[in-house]
Every structure is written in structure tokens, then in C-alpha cells.
């Protein structure tokens, strides 16, 4: 089992940056394939990005060039530096985390188990 928690979220101006973090509690950190989703009011939810236990990273189109997925195993922990932030990265942002089945292909929320509870980004313009 994956404990999951979000945190770095706020109130950003457009062109700006945020970077957000999420520690785990697991004991097979190393092993699993980790992800950053977002979902605005009325929205589904979208993979942003995601990395897999070789460090092999997969993005949004959305957000290729603005958004670094990064590990940390030593600490457990996700972050998601993100930049040149724009309106439409507003949302909810969770992170999520696999059984150590490995990423596939795309950022789909069908192939994570573990979630946090989310934190709050806004981008005024």
C-alpha cells in the first residue's frame, strides 16, 4: 500500500512558477511508476506527466516545455516543477502512484491505485 500527499499548491500570476511535491509513505517507492494528474471544475481528469522507476518520463502535450516531472527515491518523494505558467493550468493536481507494474505508454488514471488528496493551483492572468 502507497500513502500519498500533495503539497506546493497556491496562487500563481500567469508566466509564473510553482513546485509542487508529493511525499509517500510505501515501502516499494523505488519501484513504482509515479504521476501528476489535474482536474478543473467540470473537467476530466488529465495526466500531466509522468515517470517511471528508470526515470523515463512521459508529458501532456499541454505542458511539454514548461513542466519537469522528478524523483526522489532517498526521500520517497514526487515533484512537478512547473513553468511559464498559463490560465488553463489551473486545477487540482494529484500525484498517484502504481502497484510497480511499470508506466505504460500514456498517463492514464486507470493504471495508478494509490492517490493523494490533491492541491490547489490557480494562474490569474
Known amino acids: 500500500a502507497a500513502q500519498l500527499e500533495e503539497s506546493g499548491g497556491g496562487s500563481v500570476q500567469a508566466g509564473g512558477s510553482l513546485k509542487l511535491t508529493c511525499g509517500a509513505t510505501t515501502a516499494a517507492f523505488n519501484s513504482r511508476c509515479l504521476a501528476w494528474f489535474r482536474q478543473s471544475p467540470g473537467q476530466e481528469r488529465e495526466g500531466v506527466a509522468q515517470?517511471?522507476?528508470?526515470?523515463?518520463?512521459t508529458y501532456a502535450d499541454s505542458v511539454k516545455g514548461r513542466f519537469s516531472v522528478s524523483r526522489d527515491n532517498t526521500k520517497k518523494t514526487l515533484y512537478l516543477q512547473m513553468t511559464n505558467l498559463k490560465p488553463d493550468d489551473t486545477g487540482m493536481y494529484y500525484c498517484?502512484?502504481?502497484?510497480?507494474?511499470?508506466?505504460?505508454?500514456?498517463?492514464?488514471?486507470?493504471?495508478?491505485?494509490?492517490w493523494g488528496t490533491g492541491t490547489q493551483v490557480t494562474v490569474v492572468s
Open positions: 498517484a502512484a502504481d502497484r510497480a507494474s511499470g508506466c505504460s505508454g500514456d498517463i492514464r488514471d486507470t493504471d495508478f491505485t494509490y
Open positions: 515517470i517511471d522507476k528508470f526515470v523515463r518520463t
